[in-house]
């Protein structure tokens, strides 16, 4: 996971010190030159010399020999020479470098504490072996231990005299603060880690200058830490700052500068903008290849990093290489027992399994666990192990080791003080669901991981939900399909659902925090109110687990619940665009119900991580599924068949197997008496629409499904509001946006030598700033003449009420906001829909329209006229459009990050007042697209509700049109029409 990143930054970060001069024991004086030379030539090997095994071998024998030399020389009161002891650290150092952990922690430990008295001497390296020991203790699941040993030195380091001390010594101070805020942040106390690193930062700062890369090493291991506590604009800025000052002074060849761009790419994948964050991770790891080699460990540690965001983005067979690769050379460099060899093996497991090969996961997740051992208290490593290898071990039918590995994660978490609550309920739901226990305790262990998860996602932001919960979830619903539970298959769909919306729509409510002091409070409130929640549910758990008493126990969760709950309540009260941004509705399969009319139904179709689950839910009944296709089988076919589709062909194959697998018999007899159906999907299917679709109810024959339902698409799980037919309401008004003024491109002419041959920027760093967008992405954009000629169709083909056109530079986001844009019926902005993470600087969904004087700007310095509108912006208009269309542009188009574009802009135009989207999934002809929108919005008019009038105005183009072409699925399948 990304929360171990800190440390893969750790080592280079901090570099071995030589001792202190200038003291008693100083190796300057002539008594000691046989141990200066030795010291010399042990430092000069481990500056200088290779860096691979035989290497680091020749490094640590001459460490060894300054020790044997120090140890036979000795002082006035018989003791040996402080070297022999402080040589010791040296050689622990080595040793953590080649994964020989408990060896080095010995060392280590026999290094400190023979050196103690001698502090004063040698402050740097005793901060630094603490500094050590501290990271090894945290790294093998003893954090509280490492902890209270980093504490002690860093006390008495306190005590010195900080006066005429050398770089050395405050480097060594910053090293402490570091490990000190490791291990607090590893025990779940954030605030002190933050202060910790903040103060490692301010160390560095105050003694190297802000440019030396030391001190930028601290700005990026402080963006880590403000990442991990949840601060992700915090994050941001310092992760940017750290990458704008390794530009302005340091060399690339400087491992500081590549590792700046590492952690920029980190955090942008944790605020929800894995697009952007790959791109930076890649070229974090060109300039290791470039300048560090390809066969060492830092690199390894790239290949790893850039694994954890694909894997995130749930590009599985990318990874499997990556983590093959990082295992390898982490393996060599570290030892095969290390922590990070380990999680190589556990996430190449992760993507086995999600590839639908779980023998080939139980493989690899059975290594790991060997290698943690039988005995391993590390909840934290057996997290990342143990879940996908029960998985993996009872779909390959052998429940017995499933159990097994079931019995040794759930022991090590009831005996753990850090496990969360998450962990805590996943482990209470492997054991149940490896020993087969009755539906009722697993049903309740499922509710709990719903409930845990649910609490970790309101915490993070803008970040997708990691693969553990992911797996986690998929489990949830296998069992919600086993029980025919169908109001825990909503929970863990909705919670999918609601992940995704935040992802799209959070950084509204981020910008909110940020330009309100009180609510920014307010959240850190309610941040702490929720770990005291989760502190409270993990010891009612555990003494459930346990058979313990629990009524105490549940009276301390109510309480911690009713807190967190009135904070919450208040917030929303207090702030109601945050509350509008943020909260979604708790979804209930009874208010679905009570929301559907006769003849509707509402299937929620999930392929989440290994299986492919389905909601139906019609007035009078309900169904949980698992479909017989697994997620690789669902995400193969919809990229198959939607590739095909939008480049004007069509694989009928893909299209009938799809239908088959996705709507099976039976699934279509539940929906029998269904005439409207409103489907929502997410991953791949989010963006194909399943009008496509043939096959369905297993028959080969069976035609399109748009001939036997009316379709719309629910933008999430939480709230819609019903489709009614209206009588016919006279003429309506329309407003329309169209052919927007291209962005002219700008770069710098000290850049100009770096271009690619088509004028784009060879590489990030050159058009990189810490705020600005990527206007020169933006001005590559392919304009849009004939969407001029589209919305004059539009406005031609009915008796409007009114009718306004803002053309070329006046499609403008000031037209947007002008009172007849507020008060039109219905609004058609037919220009580029860009997605989150898809262009540098844009992190959330937005349109693409005439750009004003402040072209491409963000920040404080912004106009509002910039030419990008985002789905932030969309939230803050007044708007009362009945329908909103979106032609010409993609706008439904999914992701890389897979996150689709159309939930984040239907959210944002329902918080405006808008009601609902048309949109396309792909760029059609102008003439087709006018058709289409003026057709269903005539039909609209004539009391039809809006699926009915979408559905009818398709019908229309492919059979009565006799427009050219009209019949092709190409032509008529992309309109879809998006319930907010």
């Known amino acids: 996971m990304l929360a171990s990143a800190g440390l893969l930054l750790l080592a280079p970060a901090a570099p071995l010190l030589a001792q202190d001069g200038g003291k008693p024991y100083s190796t300057d004086l002539p008594q000691y030159a046989q141990l200066q030379a030795l010291e010399d030539r042990a430092t000069d090997l481990q500056t200088n010399g290779a860096q691979d095994a035989e290497g680091r071998a020749q490094i640590i024998a001459a460490w060894q020999a300054l020790q044997e030399a120090a140890q036979r020389t000795l002082l006035a009161d018989g003791s040996p020479h402080p070297l022999a002891h402080i040589a010791k650290i040296s050689i622990a150092s080595q040793l953590y470098r080649q994964g020989e952990i408990d060896e080095a922690l010995a060392m280590a430990e026999a290094g400190v504490g023979g050196a103690e008295p001698y502090l004063g001497e040698y402050p740097a390296k005793m901060a630094e072996g603490a500094a050590l020991i501290g990271l090894l203790l945290t790294q093998k699941g003893e954090p509280e231990r490492g902890l209270a040993m980093v504490e002690e030195t860093y006390a008495g380091f306190l005590r010195l005299d900080p006066d005429g001390q050398s770089a050395g010594f405050f480097t060594a101070k910053s090293n402490l603060e570091f490990s000190l805020s490791q291990a607090a942040m590893r025990l779940g106390r954030t605030q002190e880690a933050v202060g910790y690193q903040k103060a490692s930062l301010d160390t560095r700062e105050a003694a190297l200058g802000v440019d030396h890369p030391d001190t930028i090493a601290s700005y990026y291991s402080y963006a880590q830490t403000l990442r991990r506590a949840g601060r992700m604009d915090e994050a941001e800025s310092f992760a940017r700052t750290a990458v704008d000052r390794a ?116 493989g690899l997740l059975e290594e790991g666990r060997t290698r943690l051992g039988e005995d391993s208290s590390d909840v934290e490593a057996l997290g990342r192990v143990i879940p996908d290898l029960v998985r993996a071990r009872m779909l390959t039918g052998d429940r017995d080791a499933a159990l097994a590995a079931a019995r040794q994660f759930d022991d090590a978490v009831r005996a753990s003080e850090s496990a969360d609550a998450f962990e805590v309920a996943l482990a209470t739901l492997l054991r149940s669901y490896a020993q087969g226990n009755d539906p009722k305790a697993l049903l309740a262990a499922a509710g709990h991981v719903i409930e845990a998860t649910r609490r970790f996602g309101k915490l993070e932001d803008g970040a997708a939900l990691p693969v553990r919960h992911l797996a986690a979830i998929d489990l949830v619903m296998e069992i919600a399909a086993q029980q025919d539970d169908a109001a825990l298959m909503l929970s863990a769909m909705a919670l999918v659902s609601d992940a995704n919306l935040a992802r799209a729509t959070g950084r509204r409510a981020a910008q909110l925090r940020d330009e309100n002091p009180d609510l920014a409070a307010g959240l850190r409130e309610l941040d702490e109110a929720r770990q005291t ?448």
């Open 247 to 362: 530009i302005a002074h340091v060399d690339p060849s400087d491992p500081t500068y590549a590792r700046a761009f590492e952690m920029l790419g980190i955090v942008l994948a944790n605020s929800g903008r894995p697009v952007e964050a790959t791109q930076f991770l890649t070229r974090a790891l060109e300039l290791k290849r470039e300048h560090e080699g390809a066969d060492t460990l830092i690199f390894g540690y790239g290949i790893h990093n850039l694994g954890t965001i694909l894997l995130e983005r749930q590009r599985y067979e990318e990874v499997q290489p990556l983590f093959t690769e990082a295992e390898a050379l982490m393996a060599r460099y570290q030892g095969p027992a290390s922590a990070f060899p380990i999680m190589a093996l556990a996430y190449n497991g992760q993507a086995s399994l999600a590839l639908g090969k779980p023998a080939e996961a139980s």
């Open 533 to 980: 929640l989760d502190r409270a549910d993990r010891a009612l758990l555990l003494a459930i687990a346990q058979g313990q008493p629990t009524d105490a126990l549940r009276q301390d969760f109510a309480q911690a619940q009713s807190a967190s709950d009135q904070i919450e309540q208040s917030l929303q009260q207090r702030f109601e665009q945050w509350a509008a941004a943020r909260v979604l509705p708790e979804p209930s399969v009874a208010d679905m119900q009570t929301r559907l009319g006769d003849g509707e139904a509402v299937l929620a179709v999930t392929p989440i991580y290994y299986g492919t689950y389905a909601l139906l839910v019609t007035p009078s009944g309900t169904r949980a599924i698992q479909l017989s296709a697994t997620r690789k089988d669902v995400v193969d076919l919809a990229n198959v068949l939607g590739s095909s589709v939008r480049v004007g062909s069509f694989d009928e194959a893909a299209s009938r197997k799809l239908g088959q697998a996705l709507f099976m018999a039976e699934v279509m007899e539940q929906l029998g008496e269904t005439r409207s159906l409103k489907i929502y999907a997410n991953g791949p299917l989010a963006s194909l629409p399943f009008s496509l679709l043939q096959g369905w109810g297993g028959d080969a024959d069976n035609g399109w499904l748009l001939d036997r339902f009316s379709l719309s698409y629910l933008s999430g799980l939480s709230a819609w509001e019903p489709d009614e037919r209206k009588p016919d309401q006279g003429p309506l008004s329309l407003v329309a946006f169209a052919a927007p003024s291209p962005f002219t491109r700008t770069v710098p002419a000290t850049l100009t030598a770096t271009l690619a041959p088509d004028g784009a920027p060879a590489r990030i760093a050159d058009y990189f700033s810490r705020t600005a967008i990527d206007v020169n992405a933006l001005a590559g954009l392919p304009a849009l003449p004939g969407t001029a000629q589209e919305i004059r169709s539009i406005a031609a083909s009915a008796p409007w009420r009114s009718q306004r056109l803002y053309i070329g530079p006046d499609a403008s986001e000031a037209a947007i906001r002008q009172e007849a844009t507020a008060r039109a019926d219905i609004v058609v902005i037919a220009t580029h829909g860009i997605v989150a993470g898809e262009i540098e600087g844009i992190a959330e969904p937005a349109l693409v329209l005439s750009p004003g004087d402040a072209q491409g700007e963000t920040g404080d310095d912004a106009g509002e006229d910039d030419g990008v509108l985002t789905a932030s912006e969309i939230a803050q208009l007044d708007m009362r459009a009945e329908w909103i269309i979106l032609s010409s542009c993609d706008s439904a188009a999914g992701m890389g990050g897979g996150l689709p574009a159309f939930s984040g802009l239907a959210q944002a135009f329902r918080q405006a007042g808008a009601r609902d989207l048309l949109v396309s999934h792909w760029k059609v002809r102008d003439d087709i697209a006018a058709f289409v929108s003026s057709q269903a919005v005539l039909n609209y008019r004539k009391g039809m509700s809006k699926t009915d009038a979408l559905r009818e105005a398709i019908r229309t183009l492919r059979k009565d049109s006799k427009i050219e072409g009209a019949d092709s699925p190409f032509a008529w399948a992309p309109f879809v029409l998006i319930e907010g």
